[in-house]
């Protein structure tokens, strides 16, 4: 997969595609699609364990960068040995890594697997780099806007790009308690226009909820 791109294809449209199958992901190869997701429901016993484990975890936040390898899955796995039902979270996290594997052969991801009791990223931006699996546990999931709702406040003096406005409610999708999607950033090659626009999860009073990222980096 490349990383830059030199020429910008104006998109006619642009497909944001859902649905309970886990062959929806390999979809996000067409041109004008910018987002997949596969509609995985978290059950309570998975949902519960994510939530106990942030609790217990708090601000232990799991980050990597290199190749999807069988160290990496036992690290995954160690970090949930002392949690109950701890197994179902290294599953939803082995499928993932493994899907992602599967549809883009990286030499080199970034996963970060984060606990969370707010909201890391609550201003909606464009993505960056080239393509982002990501899945939350625990509650609600990441919140995105299809680009015809994205406004922008005026250009200010010195600023090189727009701030994008807060959308109205409305306008605003939410990935699912164990959904797994896979966005396009602005690095994928010729697709710059399909780059997603999301938030981090939003959060209630005393919600706990386990964030999944991964990066291809290479």
Same mark, same amino acid.
């Given at each position: 997969?490349?990383?830059?791109?030199?020429?910008?294809?104006? =998109? @006619?449209? @642009?497909?944001?595609?859902?649905?309970?199958?886990?062959?929806?992901?390999?979809?996000?190869?067409?041109?004008?699609? =910018?987002?997949?997701?596969?509609?995985?429901?978290?059950?309570?016993?998975?949902? #519960?364990? =994510?939530?106990?484990?942030?609790?217990?975890?708090?601000?232990?936040?799991?980050?990597?960068?290199?190749?999807?390898?069988?160290?990496?899955?036992?690290?995954?796995?160690?970090?949930?040995?002392?949690? @109950?039902?701890?197994?179902?979270?290294?599953?939803?996290?082995?499928?993932?890594?493994?899907?992602?594997?599967?549809? &883009?052969?990286? %030499?080199?991801?970034?996963?970060?697997?984060?606990?969370?009791?707010?909201?890391?990223?609550?201003? &909606?931006? &464009?993505?960056?780099?080239?393509?982002?699996?990501?899945?939350?546990?625990?509650?609600?999931?990441? *919140?995105?806007?299809?680009?015809?709702?994205?406004?922008?406040?005026?250009?200010? %003096? #010195?600023?090189?790009?727009?701030?994008?406005?807060?959308? *109205?409610?409305?306008?605003?999708?939410?990935?699912? #308690?164990?959904?797994? =999607?896979?966005?396009?950033?602005?690095?994928?090659?010729?697709?710059?226009?399909?780059?997603?626009?999301?938030?981090?999860?939003?959060?209630? @009073? #005393?919600?706990?909820?386990?964030?999944?990222?991964?990066?291809?980096?290479?």
């Amino acid at each position: 997969m490349s990383v830059n791109s030199e020429v910008s294809v104006p =998109a @006619t449209s @642009t497909k944001y595609l859902i649905d309970d199958s886990a062959s929806i992901l390999s979809k996000i190869y067409e041109p004008d699609t =910018a987002l997949t997701c596969f509609c995985s429901p978290a059950n309570w016993a998975k949902s #519960n364990a =994510a939530i106990h484990y942030v609790k217990k975890a708090s601000d232990n936040y799991f980050q990597y960068q290199g190749a999807i390898e069988s160290e990496l899955f036992e690290r995954v796995k160690s970090l949930f040995s002392a949690t @109950t039902h701890g197994d179902l979270l290294f599953e939803h996290i082995e499928l993932m890594l493994l899907m992602f594997q599967e549809l &883009f052969e990286p %030499k080199e991801i970034g996963l970060r697997i984060l606990p969370c009791t707010y909201s890391l990223s609550p201003a &909606f931006h &464009f993505q960056n780099g080239v393509v982002k699996m990501m899945s939350t546990l625990g509650g609600s999931g990441e *919140r995105w806007i299809e680009k015809e709702y994205v406004k922008y406040h005026p250009l200010e %003096k #010195n600023q090189l790009a727009p701030a994008i406005k807060e959308p *109205r409610e409305c306008d605003v999708n939410t990935l699912c #308690n164990g959904d797994i =999607a896979l966005v396009k950033g602005k690095n994928w090659q010729d697709q710059e226009h399909n780059a997603v626009v999301c938030s981090s999860p939003a959060f209630d @009073t #005393n919600e706990s909820k386990l964030c999944i990222y991964i990066d291809y980096l290479s």
